[in-house]
């Protein structure tokens, strides 16, 4: 078992940054590959972004690429994802989710964060 707590959403206007972060708790975070979604009222859980286990490869979905970073501390159990360059289309409920090995899409991913908000204003 892996539990995931996200922090750091809120209100950001157009423009500005926000640092999402996951701690995790359990057994073999650091052998788990990391992955970051969003969902938008009224629309389906997409793909953000994702790390590996050990941080040297990192995927990132179009929308995000150039704004977002995706990193981790396997010392401290801890995912992050810096978000630049902020746009009103960002705002959702940021998920962060784990699985052994990545992957891009929802099913793959075997344990899941409660959320958090961020809210982009124009």
């Known amino acids: 078992q892996v539990q995931l707590v996200e922090s750091g959403g809120g209100l950001v206007q157009g423009g500005g940054s926000l640092s999402l972060s996951c701690a995790a708790s359990?057994?073999?975070?650091?052998?788990?590959?990391m992955g970051w979604f969003r969902q938008a009222p009224g629309k389906e859980r997409e793909f953000v972004a994702t790390?590996?286990?050990?941080?040297?490869?990192?995927y990132y979905a179009d929308s995000v690429k150039g704004r977002f970073t995706i990193s981790r501390d396997n010392a401290k159990n801890t995912v992050y994802l810096q978000m630049n360059s902020l746009k009103p289309e960002d705002t959702a409920v940021y998920y962060c989710a784990a699985n052994p090995i990545g992957g891009f899409n929802v099913p793959e991913y075997d344990y899941w964060g409660q959320g958090t908000q961020v809210t982009v204003s124009s």
């Open positions: 790390i590996s286990w050990n941080g040297g490869r990192t």
């Open positions: 359990g057994r073999t975070f650091s052998n788990a590959a």
